[in-house]
């Protein structure tokens, strides 16, 4: 399996500010995704990050709130705009090494904002 | 109705107990199913990949029933490391989209 890291591990962050979540891969994979895990409920996918191309987001997640890079094949970032408290959760970076073969992930990062 | 339904629990089980519990699916066209553990404050890890009728993995065994569109989960003497909440996710026919159930909690006690 991949080992996936992620930074940072958690941050408090003023409402109104962004905060760009890096998600860095030990090897080469196909598939990265980003997901969000709010308390005590399970994940949700934001969006497939695409290497070279704009993300794919699901329903309920823009571009605008939501910008995904993903330059190489090992590494992706997830930003979180204009933040406000609802946004405080978990987010899980996931990957993995073909469309199918089974998806790991990195450790989350917990957002708190105030 | 969400896609993947699962029992929230809690299941409280007897040290060496076998406990079991099932997810349910609806769409039909999803291609195959896993298992993922996650413990508190942790990220998912995988326990099990379904993709025909079930598997087996040690003390654990993963069953698939496409006709009812559930999937089983059964863990046989039970540890108090096993106490997690257990996640069933299905990959749609698209291939790479995962969907995530609400998990299942479990609790060992002694």
């Known amino acids: 399996s991949a080992v996936i890291s992620q930074k940072p591990s958690r941050d408090i962050c003023q409402r109104g500010t962004s905060l760009t979540i890096q998600c860095q891969v030990d090897?080469?994979?196909?598939?990265m995704f980003w997901y969000r895990q709010q308390p005590g409920q399970s994940l949700t996918l934001i969006a497939t990050?695409?290497?070279?191309?704009?993300?794919?987001?699901e329903s309920g997640f823009v571009i605008d709130k939501f910008p995904i890079s993903r330059p190489n094949l090992t590494f992706s970032t997830l930003t979180v705009s204009n933040m406000s408290p609802e946004d405080s959760s978990i987010y899980l970076c996931?990957?993995?090494?073909?469309?199918?073969?089974?998806?790991?992930f990195g450790p989350g990062t917990r957002l708190t904002v105030l | 109705r969400k896609e993947v339904e699962q029992d929230p629990g809690p299941f409280n089980v007897p040290e060496g107990a076998t406990v079991a519990f099932n997810c349910t699916y609806s769409?039909?066209?999803?291609?195959?199913f896993f298992w993922y553990r996650q413990d508190c404050r942790k990220e998912p890890k995988l326990l099990m990949s379904?993709?025909?009728s079930g598997n087996e993995d040690g003390r654990f065994t993963a069953q698939l029933n496409r006709a009812s569109q559930y999937i089983s989960l059964l863990i046989r003497d039970s540890k108090l490391s096993d106490s997690a909440t257990y996640l069933c996710?299905?990959?749609?026919?698209?291939?790479?989209?995962?969907?995530f159930g609400g998990g299942t909690r479990v609790l060992v006690k002694p």
């Open positions: 996931g990957a993995s090494g073909s469309s199918y073969n089974e998806q790991f």
């Open positions: 379904v993709y025909s």
């Open positions: 990050a695409n290497q070279g191309s704009e993300a794919t987001y």
């Open positions: 090897s080469q994979v196909t598939m």
């Open positions: 769409n039909s066209a999803s291609q195959s």
């Open positions: 996710v299905s990959r749609g026919a698209a291939g790479n989209k995962l969907t």
